[in-house]
């Protein structure tokens, strides 16, 4: 991460990409140390509100949509009675505002281990967080991990993994284990799905380790989903759905085209065109 006067670049070495957005008048919002991490406030000059955690781009208020949108949508329109949903990470509450867009859901809890990170998105982002007092949403401040450990068999329909990379706090949300206990608590035809980044430089280091690891854990059908993400390294992002016991259900193409609120990126089409997997990455994953 670089700055200054009228710049935040955040430099991803490994990938030899940067990103930069201009900085608005007020810059530097608010700063600070949680237990967990750094977090930090930017005002941009196009884009809005940036948040940024231990130096890393996590959201700002022009695109965010198109990344909570693929979050969610997608896994709650191909799962036939998404019921009881659980969002692991997602402190900002933009994935659990569309969540609970869908009169079907029951229960949809929200499990961030640091708290701090809902506080500020409810001060800097309150548009994310304009659902959190819906009598269906329960926000858990606790540690994800033991959560999913702790929790029954069978009693999740869907698990949405909204997390940072997997270094820092971010990394026990790919292990194994992990994974063998959320294939254990979804429900008969459950889904889940996580945010697996950019396929242009994470494939070999997240993205085939994920499909192999959900596969040992006993899922029976994996795909990942494709979209546009500027702010995130390349611009070009994934997550990847697995279903529990079969293979991922079409999606309910009646429903979506009937919804009762807006998007303002996912649709019929979208659906459609995000889970068609590239020739490179079929031959990286031997599909």
Not at 280 to 285: E, G, R, S, T
Request: hydrophobic fraction near 35%.
């Amino acid at each position: 991460m670089s700055l200054n006067d009228q710049w935040f670049t955040e430099e991803y070495t490994h990938g030899g990409t940067a990103f930069s957005l201009k900085l608005g008048t007020h810059k530097k919002l608010h700063e600070e140390q949680s237990p967990f991490q750094k977090i930090a406030i930017y005002e941009t000059e196009t884009f809005g509100n940036l948040m940024v955690i231990d130096d890393c781009i996590m959201l700002t208020t022009r695109d965010n949509f198109i990344y909570h949108e693929m979050m969610s949508h997608p896994a709650l329109f191909t799962h036939p009675d998404p019921k009881k949903v659980l969002i692991i990470g997602g402190g900002d509450c933009g994935t659990l505002r569309e969540v609970l867009k869908h009169p079907e859901v029951e229960l949809a809890q929200q499990v961030d281990i640091d708290e701090r990170v809902t506080r500020l998105a409810e001060k800097y982002f309150p548009e994310l967080c304009e659902n959190n007092h819906d009598p269906r949403a329960e926000l858990r401040f606790d540690d994800g991990i033991k959560w999913v450990k702790d929790a029954s068999d069978n009693f999740y329909d869907l698990i949405i993994v909204d997390s940072t990379d997997p270094i820092g706090p971010g990394e026990v949300l790919f292990t194994q284990d992990f994974y063998d206990n959320c294939q254990r608590v979804l429900g008969p035809k459950g889904l889940f799905v996580q945010q697996s980044e950019s396929p242009l430089i994470h494939t070999e280091s997240i993205i085939k380790p994920m499909y192999n690891k959900l596969t040992h854990a006993g899922f029976k059908d994996i795909n990942s989903l494709h979209f546009p993400q500027c702010s995130y390294p390349t611009g070009w992002w994934t997550c990847t759905m697995a279903c529990k016991d079969g293979k991922i259900p079409q999606f309910r193409q009646q429903a979506v085209e009937n919804k009762v609120f807006i998007t303002h990126y996912y649709n019929k089409a979208i659906h459609n065109a995000c889970t068609a997997t590239p020739e490179f990455l079929k031959l990286a994953l031997n599909k």
